[in-house]
């Protein structure tokens, strides 16, 4: 079992950059693939941003390709979103997911509760 928690939302002007954390219980936390989804209000959830395992393929929705970096740091069993030229469109909740064994970039077995961005104009 693992459990995840989000944090690093917050209230930004659009251009504004923040970091969102996951930290992640479990003892292989490097075994795991990564990942980050969101939803924004009255939408599905989406997928952002991925990554397989330590020093692996990372992989990103068009939509944040250039703008997000996920990163993570096994040693603190923590899994970063970096997002800089923050868009009004990128307000949703985000939430951290976890699987293993790592599948798909979209399949996931364990997800954290959230962490709301909002992006204003």
């Known amino acids: 079992q693992v459990q995840l928690v989000e944090s690093g939302g917050g209230l930004v002007q659009a251009g504004a950059s923040l970091r969102l954390s996951c930290a992640a219980s479990?003892?292989?936390?490097?075994?795991?693939?990564m990942g980050w989804f969101r939803q924004a209000p009255g939408k599905e959830r989406e997928f952002v941003a991925a990554?397989?395992?330590?020093?692996?393929?990372?992989y990103y929705a068009d939509s944040v390709k250039g703008r997000f970096t996920i990163s993570r740091d096994n040693a603190k069993n923590t899994v970063y979103l970096q997002m800089i030229s923050l868009k009004p469109e990128d307000t949703a909740v985000y939430y951290c997911?976890?699987?293993?064994?790592?599948?798909?970039?979209?399949?996931?077995?364990?997800w954290g509760q959230g962490t709301l961005v909002t992006v204003s104009s």
């Open positions: 479990g003892r292989t936390f490097s075994n795991y693939a």
């Open positions: 990554s397989r395992w330590s020093g692996g393929t990372t």
């Open positions: 997911a976890a699987a293993y064994p790592p599948r798909s970039f979209y399949e996931y077995d364990y």
